[in-house]
């Protein structure tokens, strides 16, 4: 590299310092709920480990027991060394397949719904929605992709690596399914093809999609299919845990269905749950599939042993979902994302603390530290423009009088 491209590049770091943009990655070191930095501990509030199984000690234990317990031959590798059609498609990740259709296929049954999908896991949720949009729009067939304005950051990249000649894709306002309609309606004659791509709860303002709605407009043209991202659902909706889309009884209308293990599972990878044809496709032409080194077999045995307990920690749901109500009542209209928005119902455990610009993040950020919270400050490009904000999430871990230690310094 040059030294004319080093000298821009730090002038271009200077403006970010100087726009409170700057990044660097933490010096941490974590212990259950608290993550110590510069020798203090911090209460983690800034985690998407909203059941708080990330750091519970006796899963870990309980987990190594039952690996210890296995004849040797059987003890899952601690590398796949190679992609899954080549020599990584380990027992580990076949069984872990074959549990999550069994948790779809008992959701649906419980809701009196005849419906049966494949699942296909993936090494991560920015490798699924990197990777599924342009496998699935690779057929020469005109197809038109509507996404939320507010959709993460991996389906951006995803809805980038789809355009082409007969694909494109709009973006319609946030949750404003009106703006969405016309679209449709303005889509020309010769589409043949219409995905939805939506969030079921958005990552940064932590409200949800009305999938219900998103259900009734696909009713209405056959040429719609619907793409849901559950990353921020799964686990902490539903009656077993399996997202929004098991809560609000819209399981078989949803195309594709994402999740991710990355958060509420306290583990790694990503999964699509899709008709078996989509799946095959998709192992055909999903490049960060075919060309990923697999997931290492431990890793799927530690999902599937969080899998098993997923549908039982109903009691653990409904303590998060009180502590989060109690926390967005507490904040002032004025910090919330729609001011005039009632907040007597549950959406998330994320609740969005907006202050504007982002010394202004950045100073509350300080403040919640300095009282014992590891709280961020969120800024822009991750939000847009004159959003800067406290993204505080609650855990299942936490309890009621640390809630109202944090509201007090709100």
């Given at each position: ?179 969405l309609a016309r679209f449709i309606e303005q889509a020309d ?74 958060k509420a599972f306290a583990s790694v990878g990503a999964y ?139």
């Open positions: 590299m040059t030294n004319l491209i080093t000298d821009r590049l730090q002038v271009a770091l200077e403006d970010l310092k100087a726009n409170q943009q700057y990044r660097q990655l933490p010096n941490l070191q974590h212990k259950g709920q608290y993550v110590m930095s510069e020798g203090k501990a911090l209460l983690n509030i800034a985690s998407n480990d909203y059941l708080g199984l990330g750091g519970d000690i006796e899963l870990r234990t309980e987990f190594l027991n039952q690996i210890e317990q296995l004849p040797t031959a059987q003890i899952p590798k601690m590398s796949a060394t190679s992609s899954r059609l080549l020599t990584g498609n380990d027992i580990q990740l076949q069984a872990l397949e074959s549990e999550l259709q069994s948790w779809y296929q008992n959701a649906t049954d419980k809701q009196n719904i005849s419906a049966s999908k494949s699942v296909l896991v993936l090494n991560s949720g920015y490798h699924a929605n990197l990777g599924i949009l342009p496998a699935l729009t690779a057929l020469p067939v005109k197809t038109l992709i509507l996404a939320d304005k507010l959709v993460h950051a991996s389906i951006i990249d995803g809805l980038r690596l789809s355009q082409s000649k007969l694909v494109t894709y709009r973006r319609y306002r946030h949750n404003d399914y009106e703006h004659e010769t589409v043949e093809r219409i995905i939805i791509v939506t969030e079921s709860i958005f990552s940064m303002d932590g409200d949800r999609a009305d999938l219900p709605q998103l259900v009734q407009l696909r009713a209405k043209d056959a040429r719609i299919e619907l793409y849901v991202d559950e990353a921020h659902a799964v686990g902490i909706l539903g009656d077993t845990g399996l997202g929004l889309a098991e809560e609000t009884n819209t399981l078989p209308d949803i195309d594709y269905l994402v999740g991710t293990f990355g699509i749950m899709c008709d078996e044809a989509v799946k095959q496709w998709l192992i055909n032409h999903m490049r960060p599939l075919i060309f990923s080194t697999a997931l290492p077999p431990i890793n799927h045995a530690w999902t599937r042993f969080i899998l098993a307990k997923m549908p039982m920690l109903t009691d653990q749901r409904m303590h998060l979902a009180q502590l989060s109500i109690t926390l967005s009542q507490a904040i002032d209209p004025q910090h919330r994302v729609s001011p005039t928005a009632q907040h007597i119902s549950y959406d998330s455990p994320i609740i969005p603390y907006i202050l504007g610009d982002n010394a202004r993040a950045l100073t509350k950020a300080n403040q919640l530290q300095a009282a014992g919270f590891y709280a961020l400050p969120i800024r822009p490009p991750t939000v847009p423009e004159n959003t800067a904000r406290i993204r505080l999430v609650m855990n299942a871990k936490l309890t009621n009088e640390d809630c109202e230690r944090l509201i007090q310094q709100l």
